[in-house]
């Protein structure tokens, strides 16, 4: 199974993007009834997970992105997604998507201040 992530660039604060993660090699009969979910790492810090999302599109996200980040998935497509907000310089790291078991490489989201 490949994860194929994207989206990630540089942004101002207060600025916006989505990051797509894309199960290419999984059927979609496989896709639907996983779960999903994004973490981040920063330099010098720990992996940390950022959003989570069940096979019934329920979503769980963490206190320091609540409110400004949304993880949605679309089971025709095999993507799940993390629309991004109101970004913040703290919000720069390396954004990794993982569903069904499988690591995507991750990508870069920068926010000047």
């Known amino acids: 199974v490949q994860l194929q992530a994207s989206g990630g660039g540089l942004v101002q604060a207060g600025g916006s993007l989505r990051l797509s993660c894309h199960a290419q090699?999984?059927?979609?009969?496989?896709?639907?009834?996983?779960?999903g979910a994004w973490y981040r790492q920063a330099p010098g810090k720990q992996r940390e997970l950022v959003a989570q999302?069940?096979?019934?599109?329920?979503?769980i996200l963490s206190d320091s992105v609540k409110g400004r980040f949304a993880m949605s998935r679309d089971n025709s497509r095999k993507k799940v997604y993390l629309q991004m907000n109101n970004l913040k310089p703290e919000d720069t790291a390396i954004y990794y998507c993982?569903?069904?078991?499988?690591w995507g490489q991750g990508t870069q989201v920068t926010v000047s201040s």
């Open positions: 090699r999984m059927i979609t009969s496989t896709f639907s009834p996983k779960s």
């Open positions: 993982f569903f069904g078991d499988f």
């Open positions: 999302i069940d096979s019934s599109g329920s979503t």
